[in-house]
């Protein structure tokens, strides 16, 4: 599609009124009454049983306003091809820019169309979603018909699986929300320079994919090259080998994911104590924060967009002036996460271990796992370890790619991680590599150990002194959120049919921040 406008000059109708002519001679509304046009425009049923209306050409926005003035709650998309073709619409008429601004009426093209759709619309307050276009605007636009259906699509699916973890997990992110913000006062502030003496020259970051097992040993024999961020499920792994990582990061809101902190603490915890920080989502099950906390170990909550925790770290901010961690996550996965916090804190040379994407080696996980401990205990003749990893393994669809079996799911894991090593890697300046010869789904280059020193002595002390008093004096203000934090857990409750809860001060009882300390 050519960037010039599809528009080229205004005329006036048998009415008076005037209407847009497109570059092929024809006009947009009929030349005898477009007013008339736009009120039948309308009628179409499809308007009546949807509130999110995306509409297909502006021309004078006539449509629009007839539109807009009898769904005034509707919230309405309307798609042009180029932004040029919008400017020009507004050059040749005066109002419609104002009225577009005034209403609150999003605009959108072809380019952008699949991510403005994943931005505005929200299930919840929208419900149904409808496209209907305009036919003079549709045929005029007959070679892009079935791109534009095919970014809809597109838009709706990845609207429909963000929407669906909503309803999953909405209610458990919010009630954890309000128990990790009660600790929050005990937590280290955050400062993007607070980690600079734990910088060496390589970062590791742990995943607990199975081929950590071939490159553990070298893990603890060169450890002393490495700040070492480890995801939750890989942290009883490095316990189990004895390698006391400097970071450990959550992120999962499951009560069953605090058991990857079932370890041996007795014989770790002044380890621990001296050298991890555990980096926690504050949607992270908050009985973690509480054994961590228990164990005297330093924590840092995070914030990873959830529209609750964004405002209540907002509202820290304003109160304290004191800054909270923001991570992304990618598709939702902690191995994202820790990349998201090594660039953060602008750790370099950054290497992969244990992100396999796939089933290596026939089986989920390394050894060591909270799962692979629970299996073996239940373990009997006829349903052993093995067993259970296939029915891990093949629950769902499975794909065979590059010799290796892997999910869908694993597949958009790998894709959103080496989209997040490109974007970044136009903003730093740092190598990312891989520690697994055998399993390199990312195509990173392979880590040379060859070039690395091998541990003379494992030192776990730590000299860094932290602020760990946010100083947040609860008042009513953190009470006092938009509509819009609450709209996870609404969609957790549409899901259980519980959808007569429509007042979001009523959600708020559900999940009273309990001010008590239940750390120790």
Known sequence: ???????????????????SVFSDGKTFYSK????????????????????????????????????????????????????????SLFEQNETLKDFIEKNDIKLTTFENLENDIILNYIPVLHKNFCFVAVRSWENFHENEKNAIREKIQKALKAVSDDYSVQCRFGKIWQKNIYANFALFNKSIVFNENLFEKKKKKYTAIIAAGPTLDDDIKNLREFSQNFTIISTDTAFPVLIENKIIPDFVVSIDAQI???????????????????????ILDLCCDDNITKK???????????????????????KIEEQTGKKTLSLKNGRGTVTSTCFSFAKKMKFENIVFFGADFSYSKGKSYCKSTYLEKKWLNNSQKICNLETENVKLMFRGE???????????????????????????????????????????????PVLNYDILTKNTKYDIKSDIKYDKNYDIKYDKNYDNVSEAAFLPYKAAMHSLKNANISRFSHLKRFTLLDKSDNSE
């Open 256 to 278: 069953f994911s605090h058991e990857h902190f079932i370890i041996d603490w007795e014989d770790f915890n002044e380890a621990l104590q001296k050298k991890t920080v555990f």
């Open 398 to 444: 499975v794909l065979k790619k590059e010799n290796l079996i892997t999910t869908p799911l694993l597949d958009e894991y790998c894709k959103s991680q080496s989209d997040m090593i490109k974007e970044d890697a136009i903003k730093y300046d740092t190598d990312v590599l891989c520690a697994s010869k055998n399993v390199n789904r990312m195509n990173l």
């Open 292 to 314: 961590i906390l228990s164990k005297k170990c330093n924590t840092m909550f995070f914030t990873s967009g959830h529209p609750l925790s964004e405002e209540l770290c907002k």
């Open 32 to 87: 005898y009454n477009p007013i008339q046009d736009s009120e039948n425009f309308t009628l179409n049923s499809a308007f009546e049983n949807s509130d999110f209306l995306c509409i297909g050409g502006l021309g004078n926005g006539y449509h629009i306003e007839a539109l807009h003035k009898k769904f005034p709650q509707k919230k309405i998309l309307v798609l042009e091809d180029t932004s040029e073709s919008i400017l």
């Open 1 to 19: 599609m050519s960037n010039k406008t599809s528009y080229i000059e205004q005329i006036s109708a048998k009415n008076g009124m005037k209407t």
